[in-house]
């Protein structure tokens, strides 16, 4: 069983950035794809970025590829979500994920066996 813990969510200015972070405990966190879904009231998880493995294979929404890079530290059990030139649009709660998954081209949240409880993030125009 793995457990997921996030941090680093608020309140920003639009432009501005924010890093989320993931701890992971429980389980073999190096054979894990982690990823990170977003959620906003009334409408369902979309998938935001994933990274393989081994850090070095990642994937990412179209909506945040040149501003969002997720990356991860095996030697620590964490992933994160760095989030620069942040929008309004992207207020939402994020959730930290974690599967076994085949490539991390494939974004359905079913996939992941693991999330976290979400971290707010909002940002104000």
């Known amino acids: 069983q793995v457990q997921l813990v996030e941090s680093g969510g608020g309140l920003v200015q639009a432009g501005g950035s924010l890093r989320l972070s993931c701890a992971a405990s429980?389980?073999?966190?190096?054979?894990?794809?982690m990823g990170w879904f977003r959620q906003t009231p009334g409408k369902e998880r979309v998938f935001v970025a994933a990274?393989?493995?081994?850090?070095?294979?990642?994937n990412y929404v179209d909506a945040v590829k040149g501003r969002f890079t997720i990356s991860r530290d095996n030697a620590k059990n964490t992933v994160y979500l760095q989030m620069n030139s942040l929008k309004p649009e992207d207020t939402a709660v994020y959730y930290c994920?974690?599967?076994?998954?085949?490539?991390?081209?494939?974004?359905?949240?079913?996939?992941?066996?693991?999330w976290g409880q979400g971290t707010q993030v909002t940002v104000s125009s």
């Open positions: 994920v974690a599967g076994r998954l085949s490539s991390t081209r494939r974004t359905y949240d079913y996939l992941y066996d693991y």
């Open positions: 429980g389980g073999a966190f190096s054979t894990y794809t």
């Open positions: 990274i393989g493995p081994n850090g070095v294979i990642t």
